[in-house]
């Protein structure tokens, strides 16, 4: 079941904003704002630990198979394994990272898509490296999101053939999102 960001206690002039309330819904937009585990703010982090090949020329979501922290559940490795499904609405700070093996033909390029669409100005592109070196390439975006919206990391190669990913501990395909605003 989705959470719901705590509002701050309120009331209108001439009435009372008992101790109680105050205390029960401060402490409840406390322990969302700065909690930890399920109690604080939504937030993922995965990434890949094995490889994956990428047709050569095609946009690809990432699979992302280890889970460094997800707080509200919204991620699988076994279903569905490159999306983070939205629990609580609101804007996310998103940061993917694409990462491939060693070859020197080409372009690699990374972007960041909700429900299967690109993000406008998440995408970034490089030259491949060396045919001795493998090559990562980040991007960053905010999205607003509602309960039910997937977000995913996107990879794209042009060596001419098929290529894998890289799932070195230090150059690895990997999503993290982190819940920003309501």
């Known amino acids: 079941m989705p ?4 509002t701050i206690a309120t009331e209108v002039p001439g009435n009372y904003l008992t101790a109680a309330l105050w205390m029960a819904q401060a402490a409840a937009f406390a322990q969302f704002s700065i909690g930890s585990g399920s109690n604080g703010v939504p937030r993922f982090r995965g990434y ?5 090949s990428l047709s050569d020329n095609t946009w690809t979501p990432l699979t992302l198979d280890t889970e460094q922290f997800d707080s509200d559940n919204g991620h699988s490795t076994s279903t569905n394994t490159s999306r983070y499904v939205v629990q609580v609405a609101g804007t996310y700070f998103v940061a993917g990272n694409s990462a491939f093996a060693a070859n020197a033909t080409g372009n ?3 972007r960041i898509g909700v429900n299967g669409s690109p993000i406008i ?3 970034a592109k490089t030259l491949a490296s060396t045919a001795a070196h493998s090559s990562g ?3 960053t975006a905010e999205v607003v999101c509602v309960v ?3 977000i995913e990391v996107m990879g794209l190669q042009s060596s001419g053939a098929a290529l894998n990913t890289s799932s070195a501990t230090d150059v690895a395909c990997s999503l993290g999102l982190f819940w920003i605003a309501g």
């Open 3 to 6: 959470r719901l960001v705590p």
């Open 48 to 52: 890949q630990t094995s490889v994956q």
């Open 108 to 110: 690699r390029a990374v």
């Open 121 to 123: 100005g998440s995408f």
């Open 137 to 139: 390439i980040a991007t």
């Open 148 to 150: 039910g919206d997937y």
